[in-house]
């Protein structure tokens, strides 16, 4: 049987760089959050196109902070689709908010913009489409609606690390966007991890505060907060990955154009790739 993916081949052709990462961390005695954190934070959102990155413990957890410091509570709305991992509309229901659920378009396999206006109500807060296996979701329109009726676009980017829409890279494109590192993505820890990117300081600093028990500072608790705290090994592990992700994300394409290729006198029904966009191909999906 061929593996869906192999982390073990992936670990071995780095082995020498994890270690020294590993290493330096457990030298420091820094073993949450701490320097090595902050600099993935750094790194990724310059990757990405963003301004600021809020590392955490989870893809999970990234879109619960990203919807709180949207304002989503109790009692709001929150558009979004059918088709993705449960943790999408899991994080809604942790705020307390209603997931009202959005079909696909049947080509992209993401939301079906057409559809969205029809969904909003006077209790809709945020329309939160999701990048599925890759490919982003039509966002210039999604964005326009948004505008019209002053709602927040959180992307859902768990499976979209280095895809990019109109030559913007999936993490840019809208208020708020929620990456995860499960150690099978595309940029993967060796363990869970996730990340939030945003524009806003305040977004950025109102999450920061989230991750970590509501502090402000060590011991100052302004506001109820969670343990949702990126481990250091994994930000020092996600650095030394990041610097290999173009390369990857290269041979990923590759191999999905091959795939079509050969695929195509066989009748099977293989991915579209939208005019749009520049597929990451997290999965290639028949």
């Known amino acids: 049987m061929i593996p869906l993916i192999d982390l073990k081949a992936q670990h071995h052709s780095l082995r020498d760089e994890i270690q020294a ?56 709305e929150v558009i979004t689709v059918p088709l993705t991992f449960v943790a999408t509309v899991a994080a809604i229901g942790y705020t307390g908010a209603r997931p009202v659920l959005v079909d696909v378009d049947p080509e992209s396999c993401t939301i079906d913009v057409s559809r969205i206006e029809a969904a909003i109500t006077e209790r809709t807060k945020v329309i939160l489409p999701v990048h599925l296996y890759g490919q982003p979701a039509d966002m210039d329109p999604i964005l326009e609606i948004a505008r019209r009726h002053a709602l927040t676009v959180i992307e859902d980017a768990a499976q979209a690390h280095g895809a990019e829409y109109r030559g913007r890279r999936a993490g840019s494109l809208g208020h708020l966007a929620c990456f995860s590192f499960y150690p099978s993505k595309n940029l993967g820890a060796c363990g869970d991890a996730g990340m939030v990117l945003t524009a806003s300081p305040e977004h950025a600093q109102s999450m920061r505060m989230l991750r970590d028990w509501g502090q402000q500072r060590k011991q100052e608790h302004l506001r109820k907060g969670y343990n949702y705290r990126m481990a250091a090994l994994q930000g020092a592990i996600l650095r030394v990955k990041l610097r290999h992700l173009d390369a990857w994300t290269s041979l990923r394409r590759a191999h999905a154009a091959l795939y079509d290729r050969l695929l195509a006198p066989s009748g099977v029904r293989t991915p579209s790739r939208m005019p749009y966009a520049n597929h990451a191909y997290h999965v290639y999906a028949i």
């Open 21 to 76: 990462a590993v290493g330096a961390v457990l030298d420091s005695g820094q073993f949450v959050l701490g320097s090595e954190v902050a600099a993935f934070e750094e790194e990724f959102a310059a990757y990405s196109g963003a301004r600021f990155g809020v590392g955490v413990n989870s893809g999970t957890s990234a879109l619960h902070l990203a919807l709180l410091a949207a304002g989503v509570g109790p009692g709001d």
